[in-house]
C-alpha cells in the first residue's frame, strides 16, 4: 500500500520526458551495479542468436537493459496517462483487420510477444476496437497492488480474466464478436502439454492456447507486432492469420504464428523480454 501511494502515484504524475531520465539512472544501477539477471540474459542470447559476435551481443544486452527500463518507467506513468496521451503514444496502423471480424459477430483470437510495450498496447486496444476486447492477466500475490493494477489496466475498457476463464468468455459470449488478446511467448506450466518446434534456434516449447481456441470455436487468428516509433512511441500492425487454419494440419498455427514472433525479434532483438526463463523446459521423451 504504502509503495502505491508513495512511489508508483507520485511518479505517474510527472512528465514522461522526466521518467526517461530515471529510466537512465535505472539503467545504471540494474545493469551495472546490481547485474540484474544478467547470467540469464547473456545466455538467452547467446544460445537464440548464435551469429552475433562477442561485442554484438553485448551490445544487444545494454540496449536491453536500457529499453526495460523504459518500460518500467512507462508502466508506472500509464497508471496517471490520460486516453488522449494514451492514444498518441500507442498508435494502431491497421485495426480494421480485427474490426471486421467482430462486425460479423466472429471471435478474435489476437497473438502477441512481450515486445516493446506491450503494457501501453494492451491500455490502447479499446480506444481503436469497438465491442468487447478480452486480455488475459494472471493476478499478483499482493491484493492490494493487483487491485490497482487491474484498475489501470482496465480504465480504457479492457476487460482482463484469468487463464481458467477463458473458455467461459468464448462459449458464453453467443452471437456477438469479440477480440481476445494473447502473449504467446511465456514459457509453457506444462511441457507435457506443449507444442514443441524449434524457436531462435531452440528447442522450445509454446502455448498452444491460441491454436486451440482459434480451432475449437471457429475464431479469426491475426498476429500482433509492436514496433516502436522513438523513445515513449509505439505503432502496432495487424496480419491476419486465419487463411492458414482451415486447410492446415494440427500444430501448424502455432508453428506460423511462433514464427512471426521469431521473426520481429529478430528485426530489433533489443525490444524483446531477454530477462525471461524462456528456455527453462526439456522436451519429455
Not at 546490481?34 to 542468436?49: A, E, F, P, Q, T
Not at 494514451?86 to 459477430?105: A, C, H, L, M
Not at 514443441?196 to 534456434?201: A, E, R, V
Not at 492469420?241 to 501448424?252: F, I, K, P, W, Y
Request: charged share 25%.
Amino acid at each position: 500500500m504504502l509503495l502505491y501511494y508513495l512511489v508508483i502515484r507520485p511518479l505517474s504524475a510527472l512528465p514522461l520526458w522526466l521518467l526517461h531520465k530515471l529510466s537512465d539512472f535505472l539503467y545504471f544501477i540494474i545493469y551495472r551495479v546490481v547485474g540484474y539477471r544478467k547470467k540469464i540474459v547473456r545466455g538467452n542470447l547467446k544460445k537464440s542468436l548464435p551469429n552475433y559476435s562477442e561485442g554484438e551481443i553485448l551490445r544487444v544486452e545494454k540496449l536491453f537493459y536500457k529499453h526495460l527500463m523504459d518500460i518500467f518507467v512507462e508502466s508506472i506513468k500509464c497508471f496517471g496517462m490520460s486516453n488522449k496521451e494514451i492514444q498518441k503514444r500507442s498508435v494502431f496502423k491497421n485495426p480494421e483487420i480485427i474490426q471486421k471480424y467482430i462486425d460479423e459477430g466472429k471471435p478474435v483470437v489476437v497473438t502477441g510477444a512481450h515486445f516493446n510495450n506491450w503494457e501501453l498496447t494492451a491500455l490502447s486496444i479499446p480506444l481503436y476496437i469497438n465491442n468487447s476486447v478480452y486480455a488475459i492477466y494472471t493476478p499478483l500475490s499482493n491484493k492490494f497492488i493487483d487491485e490497482k493494477m487491474k484498475k489501470s489496466r482496465s480504465k480504457t475498457g479492457l476487460t482482463f480474466v484469468s487463464p481458467r476463464e477463458v473458455k467461459g468468455v468464448f462459449e458464453n459470449k453467443g452471437e456477438g464478436g469479440f477480440a481476445m488478446f494473447f502473449l504467446s511467448d511465456q514459457s509453457p506450466s506444462n511441457p507435457v502439454k506443449a507444442h514443441w518446434m524449434t524457436f531462435l534456434n531452440q528447442d522450445t516449447a509454446v502455448l498452444f492456447g491460441c491454436e486451440k481456441y482459434t480451432r475449437d470455436y471457429n475464431s479469426a487468428i491475426i498476429y500482433m507486432e509492436i514496433n516502436k516509433v522513438k523513445r515513449g512511441y509505439y505503432e502496432t500492425i495487424f496480419t491476419d492469420l486465419t487463411h492458414a487454419v482451415d486447410s492446415s494440419e494440427h500444430g501448424n498455427v502455432t508453428e506460423i504464428s511462433n514464427k512471426k514472433i521469431e521473426e520481429t525479434i529478430l528485426k530489433a532483438p533489443q525490444y524483446w523480454l531477454w530477462s525471461h526463463r524462456r528456455w527453462k523446459h526439456k522436451r519429455p521423451n
